[in-house]
């Protein structure tokens, strides 16, 4: 069993795009700017952010948050969201979710311009991603894109199953998986909620993406051996320790991780390449500048 170190393979990228950086400053170019847009003081929100703004320093970004307050009104986040689509010292911006219930997601980020939405949430990056064109792709999923391919892990003809059909993480990695391409050309399952015998599609899986959102879902027994589990999930569950809590993942670790040939560790696993594919994206929106 070898463990898919996100932490490690996400230094190594950094490393990269902080080379790249250099050069274009030392050529006179200005570096990439991101932008994170902070609605309220959920703690969970305001550590991720933060994290980002330090990835940002880490590889020579310039980066800003921009904090409201949670009253601020649906009218008035649009407004500056049109803002940031007009600046041209912006070139990429995200809004932190989840937002206040008085504020509409879907109208949010339907109001980011495409070329600067480097979330990859925006309708128009979400098609263009579907039809294999060039998109700017969410972070979660692509991250996994990047892990699975630094690691050279053959993923052509394999059977993968992914739990979770969220617009976020389940249905994207689907699409990215059974794309013509590698990492790709996977055949594809998705389960979800409603679907029957879960446990029955993946032991048939040689690649199995979890993201339900459930602690310790996949266990030992609904796993073939050699299979490859990517772990998505991260939730803190009450523990007898001095914290009061523990992380884990959607998957049983203790139990499954015997039997695989490659598994993600919760924490370390994929989420220190989320924030990575999101330093990828804003490189590549300042390219396309």
């Not at 400053?25 to 980002?52: C, F, I, M, Q, W």
């Not at 495409?114 to 792709?137: A, I, Q, T, W, Y």
């Not at 739990?163 to 993480?169: A, D, F, K, P, T």
């Not at 992380?247 to 203790?254: A, H, K």
């Amino acid at each position: 069993m070898i463990l898919l170190n996100g932490k490690e393979t996400a230094e190594a990228i950094k490393k990269q795009i902080a080379e790249q950086v250099s050069g274009m400053v030392a050529s006179g170019e200005r570096p990439p700017h991101l932008v994170a847009l902070l609605v309220g003081d959920n703690g969970a929100s305001r550590t991720y952010v933060e994290n980002k703004e330090r990835a940002c320093a880490a590889v020579g970004f310039k980066s800003t948050i921009l904090r409201y307050p949670e009253s601020i009104s649906q009218a008035d986040l649009i407004s500056e969201v049109e803002r940031l689509n007009a600046d041209d010292g912006v070139d990429g911006f995200i809004i932190q979710l989840p937002l206040p219930g008085h504020i509409d997601e879907n109208k949010i980020i339907n109001a980011v311009s495409p070329d600067k939405d480097v979330d990859g949430f925006h309708p128009v990056n979400v098609g263009r991603m579907c039809l294999g064109e060039d998109s700017f792709v969410s972070a979660t999923p692509y991250g996994i894109m990047l892990l699975l391919e630094h690691y050279g892990i053959e993923t052509s003809g394999k059977h993968c199953v992914v739990l979770g059909r969220s617009n976020i993480v389940g249905r994207p990695m689907a699409n990215l998986l059974s794309r013509k391409a590698y990492p790709g050309d996977c055949t594809v399952t998705m389960c979800h909620s409603r679907t029957v015998d879960i446990a029955g599609h993946t032991r048939k899986a040689d690649i199995i993406v979890a993201a339900l959102g459930v602690p310790e879902f996949l266990k030992g027994d609904m796993v073939k051996e050699g299979a490859v589990v990517i772990d998505v999930g991260i939730t803190r569950v009450p523990a007898d320790n001095d914290k009061g809590y523990r992380i884990v993942g959607d998957v049983e670790f203790d139990s499954v991780a015997p039997k695989c040939s490659y598994i993600t560790p919760v924490p370390g696993g994929v989420g220190p390449m989320t924030i990575v594919s999101l330093m990828k994206n804003t490189l590549k929106a300042r390219g396309r500048r």
